[in-house]
């Protein structure tokens, strides 16, 4: 596996500890949670995206020779993935309060949606994520809007870091787009009930109410 792999698995992860502006804690819920809505078709199957993407391998790649190697060079005393060092921005919500883990978030998983868009309890129901400004103000952040999500991160401070190469936002950002299509956002709830009318919304996960 490519160093600068390894490097671009930092990109987008959150700084452990961060909470929206309004200073409220909410819960982390996993990937899995997402996915009810966002591995529809429909919605643009964000999750499968997410899936075949860096940020899900982003704890495998601390098990690499090359990931092994550079925790040598700079000195780690653990493995790169038992440190803390590489494993607050290799994994969601590590370090956390484990009061704030709704749902056990597995390492392995690495980088998950929430290291990007903020701990997702408060903002993850369909009704709410209908309403763009609801969400973001039940904290849902905005990476492609804040340079600052990535850079909490993808910065000198990582291992992997070249100073030659910087972080190119405009560039990471589209590497890993993930969008809604244009003529299902802001009318998600009303295409899939039109779907449902018709018949063919059976087979999609259902968003869970708990």
Sequence with gaps: MRQGWIGFGLALALAVGSTPASGAEPDYVGAKKCRSCHKK??????YEAWEEGVHAKAFQTLKSPEAKEIARKKGLTAAPHEAAECLK???TAHGVDPARIKYPLDPAHGVQCESCHGPGNDYRKKKVMADHDRAVAKGM???GENEQICTACHNKESPSWDPAKGFDFAKAKEEIAHPIPKDVKGRYLELEKQRRAQGGGGNDEEEEED
Aim: charged content about 15%; overall charge negative; some cysteine.
């Design 141 to 143: 952040w905005e990476p």
């Design 89 to 91: 921005c290799h994994v």
């Design 41 to 46: 078709e429909l919605m643009g199957n964000q």
